[in-house]
């Protein structure tokens, strides 16, 4: 168990999450975007400014923590080959 981060799964796993992540947020922006374009049910507020921020602030930190562990890991799974 403790050999955990050597094992040649977790890029690949990391990887995974890191393109479905980036996935739904392409989407999530490209639909905030259509609605701005169409005027419909866009409505700019302070509240709505301070949740987009969050959420792309833990959104930046989520894509940089999985593509550094699946860089790292990579790098780990050829040296013990």
């Known amino acids: 168990m403790t050999q955990y981060k050597t094992d040649?799964?977790?890029?690949?796993?990391?990887?995974?999450?890191?393109?479905?992540?980036?996935?739904?947020?392409?989407?999530?922006m490209c639909g905030t975007f259509v609605d701005f374009r169409r005027g419909k049910g866009f409505v700019f507020n302070?509240?709505?400014?301070?949740?987009?921020?969050?959420?792309?602030?833990?959104?930046?930190?989520?894509?940089?923590?999985?593509?550094?562990?699946?860089?790292l890991n990579y790098l780990i799974s050829i040296k013990s080959e």
């Open 8 to 28: 040649k799964g977790l890029w690949m796993l990391a990887l995974f999450l890191f393109v479905f992540y980036l996935g739904l947020m392409a989407m999530w």
């Open 46 to 71: 302070c509240s709505i400014a301070v949740d987009a921020f969050f959420g792309l602030s833990l959104g930046r930190l989520m894509v940089r923590f999985l593509w550094k562990t699946a860089k």
